[in-house]
Structure formats: structure tokens, C-alpha cells
């Protein structure tokens, strides 16, 4: 049984960051860079938030600072990608700094990459559209690394969260989906599951959905996003299909239930059950003939 937790807990911050202590100890110096010089890493997948956490990070850095430095490398257009540390440069700036420690690395796209995902990927609360494209990223990354097998190099995307390949390739998936899809699902009103078989569907098809959702407020079960996936690798997916899919009424059995309560009133209290059937039986056959 895997054990997410105790492989994050042995991983230590020199370890994620890629820094060995023992190699050019020279390049591992903490710099302090103006913050007008640090530039967020390209298709950056992690927001940063003004919430609580960032209150609390910008009162940590007003009282001690920046404990851990960022981590960058240098830019051709001039100054410094941040690798990690989006965070810490957006609480230096509400903390009112102008400067932020960090070391700098000269490290490859693919190298930046995987290290960008995993110094955030542990982190609380990452919503769902984000650990997606961090995931998508990281895997694309680790292909032109040389890592090979979908299998295992997903389960090696995964390992720093605790999330199996599987889970890692369905989180790919969301990637798919269009971005107002997307959003419900980080809302909350798409669950992760459905919205993996949504992401099946085609642009177009998932337009269809959006529209239904938005316009008649309904969610999307499992067995909804299953059957329209369905539809459509059969071709038989229509706007129409989408609306009878979604707004779908429980089915008219046809079947009428008379209480007891109901119907007691207008029979004496000595009819057995047999003698009320037959009596309304009777009136039935009546009612037909003259209709």
C-alpha cells in the first residue's frame, strides 16, 4: 500500500529544489534581487492568491523575512524567472520590500519545469485546473528528459503529491475541457469524475453542455457525462441528445397509488380489501364504457 505522506516528509528542501551543497558551492549563494527584476515562470499553472495564507505569509515576512529564498534563472531578455517563490515576491511586495533572497540556478526548460511543480504541487488546497496543467506540464517535461513508459513516467509525476499514475492522467485529462467547463469544476459544481468523461466530448459538444448546464441549473452526474461520451464516440452526439441527456424526468411508469386513508371514507368499515378492489373495478369498467 503506498504511503504518500512519508515520501514527502523525506523529501528536504535542497532535495526538491535540486540544490547539491557539494557541487560549485560558489552558485548557491543567496542574492538579494529587486523585485522589478523577478519575472513569473512561463505558463505559470499555480495562482497566487491574495486569501488568509497570503496575509499570514506577508506577516511573516514584515516580522522575519523571506526564511526560505526563491528560487530563479537568469532570463535572455534580462533579469530572472522565478522557478519557486511566486508566492514569497507577491508577499515581499504587499510587505512593502523591494528586494527578495534567492538563489540562482542555470537550469534547463525541462529541469525549471519539474522543479516548479514540485517545490507547489504539495501545497493546500491547489484547485483542481491547476494541479492539471502543473501535471501536464511536468509529464511533457519528463518525456523530453527521457523518461520513458505513460505508465511509469505518471506515476513519477505523481510521487511528490501522492497521486498514482492513473489519477495523474485523468487530472491530464481536465486539461481538455473548455475553460468555463474548467471553472465549474474548480467551483465545485462538476465533480472531478464526470468532468474526466467530459473531456472526451468535442469543443463543440462541450459548448452544448456548458449552455445546458448554465441555462437550466442542473448538475452533471456520472452516468450523464458517461452516456453523452458515449454518444459521441458513436457520432450520434447532438445539441438536441446533450438537452434529453441533462434535463432527463424520471419516466412516467404509469402506475397510480391509492392510500388507504383516501379511500376508506367511502366504504363501510366491514369491506374486506378483496370488496373495495372489486367495487372500483366495477366503476372503472362503467367510466370506460361511457369514454
Sequence with gaps: MRKPQK???????????????SVNPGTNQIVEVPLSELYPFKNHPFQVRDDEKMEETVESIRNYGVLNPGLVRPRAEGGYEVVAGHRRKRGCELAGKTTMP????????????????????????????????????KMEAMKHQ??????????LVGKE???????VQRYI?????LPELLEMVDNGKIKFIPAV?????TKEEQSWVFKCITENCISVSGAMADAMKKHSEEGKLTEL?????????????????LSANKISRYFPKEYSKQQIEQVIFELLEDWKKNH
Design 173 to 177: 485529462r481536465l486539461t481538455e475541457l
Design 197 to 201: 468523461s467530459l473531456s472526451y466530448l
Design 241 to 257: 441528445a446533450v438537452q434529453l441527456i441533462l434535463c432527463e424526468e424520471k419516466k412516467d411508469t404509469g402506475k397510480v397509488t
Design 146 to 155: 527521457g523518461a520513458k513508459g505513460t505508465g511509469d513516467t505518471a506515476d
Design 161 to 167: 503529491a501522492g497521486d498514482s499514475g492513473r489519477k
Design 7 to 21: 515520501a514527502i516528509q523525506l523529501t528536504s528542501y535542497n532535495e526538491l529544489l535540486g540544490i547539491d551543497e
Design 102 to 137: 534567492v538563489l540562482v540556478r542555470d537550469y534547463t526548460d525541462d529541469e525549471a519545469v519539474v522543479i516548479m511543480v514540485d517545490s507547489n504541487i504539495q501545497r493546500e488546497n491547489i484547485l483542481p485546473s491547476e494541479k492539471a496543467f502543473a501535471y501536464r506540464m
